[in-house]
């Protein structure tokens, strides 16, 4: 069992900065991968960025140079630094946690409940 909480999101002009976080309370479920995804109006859910817990790391083009994704694997907590942000960014953004269940095996994926950002002028 893991609930997911997500901050860090708001408003901000176009060229500004935000740090999405998403600290996951995980009960018997080993975590594997942690990540952030997107969704914008009337678009699928996307990924923007994700990060192993051995630290490799993967993004979309799009925001490659400008969002870092970090995580501290002692808190489970995920971390998404977005700079240079641009109105395109506009979306909910998502935690999501891959892992895997102490008891069963199984593996799952959880996800948060969003967070909005919005980017204008």
């Known amino acids: 069992q893991v609930q997911l909480a997500e901050s860090g999101g708001g408003s901000v002009q176009p060229g500004g900065s935000l740090r999405l976080s998403c600290a996951a309370a995980?009960?018997?479920?080993?975590?594997?991968?942690m990540g952030w995804y997107l969704q914008a109006p009337g678009n699928q859910r996307e990924l923007v960025a994700a990060i192993t817990k051995d630290g490799r790391t993967n993004y979309v083009d799009s925001v490659k140079g400008r969002f870092t994704i970090s995580r501290l694997n002692a808190e489970n907590t995920v971390y998404l630094q977005m700079n240079s942000l641009k109105p395109e960014d506009t979306a909910i953004y998502y935690c999501?946690?891959?892992?895997?269940?102490?008891?069963?095996?199984?593996?799952?994926?959880?996800w948060g409940q969003g967070t909005q950002v919005a980017v204008s002028s």
């Open positions: 999501n946690v891959d892992g895997v269940s102490s008891y069963t095996f199984e593996t799952r994926t959880y």
């Open positions: 995980a009960r018997a479920f080993i975590i594997n991968t």
